[in-house]
């Protein structure tokens, strides 16, 4: 059943990427992150100091490409709390989405305050932008983490249908060990019927996990195509390669410390062959919880 309103895939090219730029144990990454996108899409850089971006801004190969906005934040990490975007005919809505109380109070307004204009919540009570990987037609794919943060069962997901234009929530059961609970450290959608899996070589529960939510997906769509995407673990360190950057058929992934070269080439041929090219960017940040995707923010006008 399709809805009035339909969240935007995953796979949708957005209008910009938002960078933060701060000086920070991270700053090498973010940089890198930005003069592998800049090529390819615009950037905001969400900026604390703009002589500093600016100076950086200038260093790179397509300074054009480039918007430097000032605001405070506590944290890179703006994925979770950038603006959820919701195709309404030929315009966008933004929802703001809610997170847990987490300590960090400018991170907690940062997308209003930069706004232009006011945009409501997202009517969950917790939902981070991460656990929200859409689909075609208003698919949703969350981990369980969403029930158990809103005390719901996965029939009281269906309410929040029209607001957030979603039309089937797929919910699954996340990494044993991995601390975000968030959908896009283990599953991506390429284009309809593609779906990337986060394939753990490292823990057998894992993949027993990953393909429960492979033969969900099947069940669900008749077309679908999946591909495995090797990654590796550690305790509660999860390097996984599908918390990318994508930007219509160009990858921007991350290669961790834990990530042997063979799973870069395995990971580089399996997606060439789906039509896609792969940049890696070197993101030791596993410890974190986080890489590329997490980041960032995908803005769409």
């Known amino acids: 059943m399709k809805v009035q309103n339909c969240i935007i895939a995953d796979y949708a090219f957005p209008a910009a990427v938002m960078v933060p730029h701060c000086r920070c144990d991270l700053i090498e990454i973010l940089e890198n992150i930005a003069k592998a996108v800049s090529p390819h899409c615009g950037v905001i850089l969400l900026s604390e100091d703009q002589e500093f971006s600016q100076a950086f801004l200038e260093t790179t190969d397509h300074p054009d490409h480039f918007s430097i906005i000032t605001a405070p934040y506590d944290t890179p990490w703006i994925r979770d709390r950038s603006p959820v975007a919701v195709k309404c005919g030929h315009n966008v809505r933004w929802l703001r989405p809610v997170v847990e109380n987490m300590g960090r109070p400018n991170d907690d307004v940062l997308f209003k305050l930069i706004s232009a204009n006011k945009h409501d919540c997202v009517p969950l009570g917790v939902l981070p932008q991460g656990n929200m990987v859409a689909g075609q037609d208003g698919l949703m794919l969350v981990t369980r983490d969403i029930l158990k943060a809103n005390h719901l069962n996965r029939n009281d997901l ?56 492979t033969d969900m ?61 792969v940049d890696f960017v070197y993101s030791p940040t596993s410890h974190l919880g986080g890489s590329l995707h997490c980041l960032t923010a995908s803005i769409f006008v």
């Not at 509660?236 to 599908?242: C, D, E, I, P, W």
């Not at 990318?244 to 410390?257: H, V």
């Not at 399996?270 to 039509?275: A, P, S, T």
């Open 217 to 277: 997906l099947q069940k669900y769509d008749d077309k679908a195509r999946i591909i495995k995407i090797p990654i590796r673990s550690r305790g509660q360190k999860y390097a996984s390669l599908v918390n990318w950057i994508q930007l219509g058929q160009k990858i921007i992934a991350p290669k961790f410390d834990e990530t042997p070269q063979s799973d870069i080439e395995q990971t580089e041929n399996i997606l060439n062959k789906h039509g896609f090219d």
């Open 158 to 213: 269906k309410k929040y249908n029209q607001n957030l234009g979603v039309s089937k929530w797929l919910v699954f059961t996340g990494f044993a060990k991995e601390t975000t609970g968030h959908a896009d450290v283990h599953i991506r959608v390429l284009e309809k019927h593609l779906y990337a899996v986060a394939w753990n070589l490292s823990v057998k529960q894992d993949r027993q996990r990953i393909q429960r939510l």
